[in-house]
């Protein structure tokens, strides 16, 4: 593994232009290994494999023609910027259109997810013609295999377990407020333990942390935020809700092997590893009945699937978890599912045979996306000139701030 083009351009100026500034970061990697080096000329590569950000591939394609490029959709960025005012939509308009076309200059797509597939639709309609594959991601399924629930973290306590990064659109207030449909004797021995990641720099980290405190205290339920390993293990016994912030990949793996549930709330989730980590676990989950997870969890066998907009659902399924006798056997009979269903579907050999096989499909191909046509070029010089207008205008203001 190389690593090029994080030497001159930052992640982000002044907290903005993240899309900007990634595209130019792109750019200079091409130019650095491709334009300026012999380093791809040493390596003879068959194919470029380019994720998440398709918009060198045009470049690449122009720099070394002969190579074929397989990009990876996670999703549209499009769909991902968030929606600011007329500003931000006349700043995002050239970048749309430049995702549009670069990524139609790849010559095989592929996504995450049937999901993924669906949305990359309706998103680029001029794309119409091209029909992704989909390769699914991947966990390590040699993880837990010799699982060990007698040494829980909290073994007086039946966890109830949330994942996610403090955004507001993990949805993760819903887990508080089905929680919180417990009775006070359901909740006496159980625990809402929410991890994620978390960055006290980031205002929606932030904003989503503190409305969830503001959420917990409203309903009455008793919280505490514990930032170490340490602090967590020896929280008091009576504190309903645990928050963790950014927990090491090691604890995380206890808190799996800990938990009765998985709570995943997220909706219209691209994909979603968490669901995966937590049946290779063995770990039922629960999660929304859109999105990605509608393809990794199956309802009723590996876990359960709910519509997010009706609370007192998750309520139910959360009381059938922490239930004694019977019910841990389901529990586990689930489990074992889906450690089965991970270890068969979603294994980096599965991944691996999958994307090998859309690879040389490609390479068998004999003809290739055009790079330009009028309509194409029509559409893109457009966009390119709006791009070229805002480089001008973010260098003037970074060279008048300096």
């Known amino acids: 593994m190389r690593v090029r083009g994080n030497s001159i351009i930052p992640p982000s100026l002044f907290g903005r232009f993240a899309i900007l500034c990634a595209i130019l970061r792109q750019v200079h990697l091409i130019l650095q290994i491709a334009l300026f080096s012999h380093e791809l000329q040493q390596l003879c590569p068959t194919a470029f494999f380019v994720d998440q950000l398709s918009a060198g591939i045009p470049l690449l394609r122009l720099l070394q023609p002969s190579v074929h490029v397989i990009f990876y959709c996670h999703f549209p960025d499009k769909l991902l910027a968030k929606q600011e005012g007329l500003l931000k939509t006349i700043y995002r308009e050239p970048f749309d259109r430049l995702e549009s076309w670069s990524t139609g200059c790849s010559d095989t797509i592929v996504v995450n997810s049937k999901f993924t597939k669906n949305v990359f639709a309706d998103a680029f309609p001029r794309l119409c013609h091209r029909n992704p594959g989909i390769v699914y991601p991947c966990v390590d399924t040699a993880s837990y295999t010799d699982l060990d629930r007698e040494s829980m973290v909290w073994p007086e306590k039946k966890v109830v377990l949330s994942i996610n990064r403090f955004e507001k659109k993990k949805d993760v207030a819903l ?77 995380k793996s206890t808190l799996l092997v800990s938990s009765r549930l998985l709570v995943y709330t997220p909706n219209h989730e691209h994909f979603g590893i968490v669901p995966l980590e937590a049946m290779l676990a063995e770990t039922p989950v629960l999660a929304a009945n859109q999105g990605g997870p509608t393809e990794t969890v199956v309802d009723g066998q590996t876990g359960w699937l709910r519509d997010v907009t009706k609370t007192q659902d998750w309520t139910d399924v959360m009381r059938i978890a922490i239930q004694d006798g019977s019910a841990e056997q389901s529990l586990k009979a689930m489990g074992q599912k889906g450690k089965q269903r991970v270890r068969a579907k979603f294994s980096k050999d599965t991944m691996g045979k999958r994307l090998d096989s859309e690879i040389q499909a490609m390479l068998r191909r004999s003809t290739r996306p055009a790079l330009v046509s009028h309509e194409v070029m029509r559409y893109a010089w457009g966009g390119l000139a709006l791009v070229v207008a805002e480089i001008a205008l973010v260098c003037y203001v970074f060279k008048a701030v300096k």
């Open 175 to 251: 887990a508080i407020r089905a929680y919180a449909g417990l009775t006070t004797v359901e909740r006496t021995n159980t625990r809402l333990v929410i991890a994620g990641g978390y960055d006290q720099r980031v205002p929606d980290n932030v904003n989503t942390y503190t409305g969830l405190l503001t959420l917990a205290d409203s309903l009455q339920l008793k919280h505490a935020t514990a930032k170490t390993i340490a602090a967590a293990i020896t929280v008091p016994h009576d504190v309903d809700v645990l928050f963790l912030h950014s927990v090491p990949s090691s604890f």
